[in-house]
């Protein structure tokens, strides 16, 4: 089975903080992303990456940046939280392959207060 | 831009009943995907469908690949109550790697 994990399941931070959410894959997977969700939003993709040192912009990569050096491991960092970024965080990773890739398997997520 | 409509919102149906939900959207979509979102955790790959007029099943879970592309249906039989949770659909957007998702069906059961 396809494991995601994801550092923390709760965070609290302050405004202003530098706040980095990590993922780990074990299924050796070339493509992985981080969603935000929020109710009555749905998910939204913030970053996603394709390959090592590679990185896309999503939807609402506004206030975040990402790190993936290692193929199994993917980071959202958070300059400078702000409350508005308050939010469940997803990540997800999918393999590359002709429809494979859009089998996404999500992890259980962070739940991220600033305060 | 492309978008995926679920309905409905919410269902709030009895232990034991049958339950259907769908998907539908402007564009012809050549992927769906069921997810499901169980309280607290994240969404978990429940079926996926490649093909127009595909029927695939999951246990007590069927879903199908609308003839037009542009819509997917969901039914879940003899509900119970670990089937809790908000269902998503998704689809890929076109040309590139991002999934699109539905804002979901949340499901309560009543024992």
């Known amino acids: 089975d396809v494991k995601v994990t994801q550092s923390s399941r709760y965070l609290v931070k302050r405004t202003g903080e530098k706040v980095f959410l990590e993922c780990v894959q074990d299924?050796?997977?070339?493509?992985m992303f981080w969603y935000r969700q929020d109710p009555g939003l749905g998910l939204r993709l913030i970053y996603f990456?394709?390959?090592?040192?590679?990185?896309e912009k999503g939807d609402i990569p506004e206030g975040y940046s990402v790190s993936r050096e290692k193929k199994e491991r993917f980071s959202l960092i958070l300059e400078s939280a702000s409350t508005n970024q308050t939010s469940m965080y997803l990540c997800?990773?999918?393999?590359?392959?002709?429809?494979?890739?859009?089998?996404?398997?999500f992890g259980p997520g962070t739940r991220l207060t600033v305060t | 831009g492309q978008q995926l409509n679920q309905s409905p919102q919410s269902m709030f149906i009895q232990e034991g009943e049958d339950v259907s939900m769908n998907c539908t959207s402007s564009?012809?979509?050549?992927?769906w995907l069921w997810y499901k979102q169980d309280p607290g955790e994240g969404p978990v790959l429940l079926i996926a469908?490649?093909?127009?007029?595909e029927l695939t099943s999951n246990g007590r879970l069927t879903a199908q690949f609308g003839i037009t592309r542009k819509d997917s249906f969901l039914n879940i039989s003899a509900s119970i109550p670990s089937d809790v949770g908000i269902y998503f659909c998704?689809?890929?957007?076109?040309?590139?790697?991002?999934?699109?998702f539905g804002a979901g069906t949340r499901l309560f059961v009543k024992a």
């Open positions: 564009s012809i979509f050549n992927t």
């Open positions: 990456s394709y390959d090592v040192k590679m990185k």
């Open positions: 998704a689809g890929p957007n076109t040309g590139g790697f991002k999934t699109i």
């Open positions: 997800a990773s999918s393999s590359t392959g002709s429809l494979r890739h859009y089998e996404q398997y």
């Open positions: 299924m050796d997977h070339e493509n």
């Open positions: 469908l490649y093909k127009a007029g």
